[in-house]
């Protein structure tokens, strides 16, 4: 079966770099349309759609965040990076990766999400 | 970007009653369109993609309609747990951003 698990820091300061793991099994990044993404979500707020990684490495960033994000991808340990440059408290959100089996399907395998706090 | 918007923010259904729930594409996603359940402190499930196809496991109760740029996910007599958030999302054009709406509410008439 398909698990997900997001790691990584509860709290950073502000202009600091957030990194954040994601850990799955029950698939594999080198399967022909696979994907993984990230969204968040501010605590009390709506969805946001961050970044998408497919299995040939083709990366997809949110617009609005294009210049802070980087994602990328290590097929033999099953992981999926995600870094946001310049954490702002705005940034405050629980971080959710998730699992894509094709580009045109939508999210439905996700981790338990990770709550990061970017205060000082 | 495509927008989402639905409606209503909040919704006040009884148990055993109907539940209609609505999204609205700034721009045509053909059938392109997620819905998920979210519940407090759990990440978001995903019930319905293709507008109205149900996804693994999810009861008969759930459905959806829609093409373009309207959609709707009705549940069609409300059990106790189906009192949660809804969100719609499309994954239409390529690339990405797949944007998602900004959730309905239902809750506990």
């Known amino acids: 079966q398909i698990t997900l698990k997001e790691s990584g820091p509860t709290l950073v300061k502000p202009t600091q770099t957030l990194t954040l793991t994601c850990t799955f099994s029950?698939?594999?990044?080198?399967?022909?349309?696979?994907?993984v993404g990230w969204i968040r979500q501010p605590p009390g707020k709506a969805l946001e759609w961050l970044a998408l990684?497919?299995?040939?490495?083709?990366?997809r960033y949110s617009p609005s965040l294009k210049s802070r994000l980087t994602i990328t991808k290590d097929t033999s340990k099953n992981q999926v990076v995600l870094t946001m440059t310049n954490m702002d408290p705005v940034d405050t959100a629980t971080y959710y990766c998730?699992?894509?089996?094709?580009?045109?399907?939508?999210?439905?395998?996700w981790g338990q999400g990770t709550l990061v706090t970017v205060s000082s | 970007e495509i927008v989402m918007t639905q409606s209503p923010a909040t919704l006040s259904v009884s148990p055993g009653e109907r539940a209609t729930l609505s999204c609205r594409a700034s721009?045509?996603?053909?059938?392109?369109l997620a819905w998920y359940q979210q519940k407090p402190g759990q990440a978001p499930r995903l019930l319905i993609y293709g507008a109205s196809t149900r996804a693994t496991g999810i009861p008969a109760r759930f459905s959806g309609s829609g093409s373009g740029t309207e959609f709707t996910l009705t549940i069609s007599s409300l059990q106790s747990e189906d009192f949660a958030v809804y969100y719609c999302?499309?994954?239409?054009?390529?690339?990405?951003?797949?944007?998602f709406g900004q959730g309905t509410k239902l809750e506990i008439k």
């Open positions: 998730a699992h894509q089996r094709a580009a045109a399907f939508p999210f439905d395998y």
């Open positions: 721009q045509s996603v053909s059938s392109n």
């Open positions: 999302q499309q994954y239409n054009n390529w690339p990405p951003p797949y944007t």
């Open positions: 990684i497919y299995w040939n490495d083709d990366k």
């Open positions: 029950g698939f594999s990044l080198s399967t022909s349309g696979v994907g």
